[in-house]
């Protein structure tokens, strides 16, 4: 077993996804590779691996 999520969810700050298949918005990805990573300053960035769509993406959070 993995380690325990806390119920703190800010708490996390990278994503690991490994799966045969993936819908986002009504399309489907396969063979797909996600990792995310979420800064201090409320950055998120992303990078993603699929057969149909690969790429890096950089997400900034509300500044306000």
């Known amino acids: 077993a993995g380690p325990a ?9 990278t994503v690991v996804v490994h799966t045969a298949a993936m819908s986002v918005r009504g399309k489907t990805l396969n063979n797909v590779s996600l990792s995310a990573r979420h800064d ?8 993603i691996d ?15």
């Open 50 to 64: 699929s057969d149909e769509a690969s790429g890096s993406v950089h997400w900034v959070g509300d500044t306000r």
């Open 40 to 47: 201090p300053d409320q950055s998120w960035y992303a990078d």
């Open 5 to 13: 999520v806390g119920s703190d969810a800010q708490s996390v700050d």
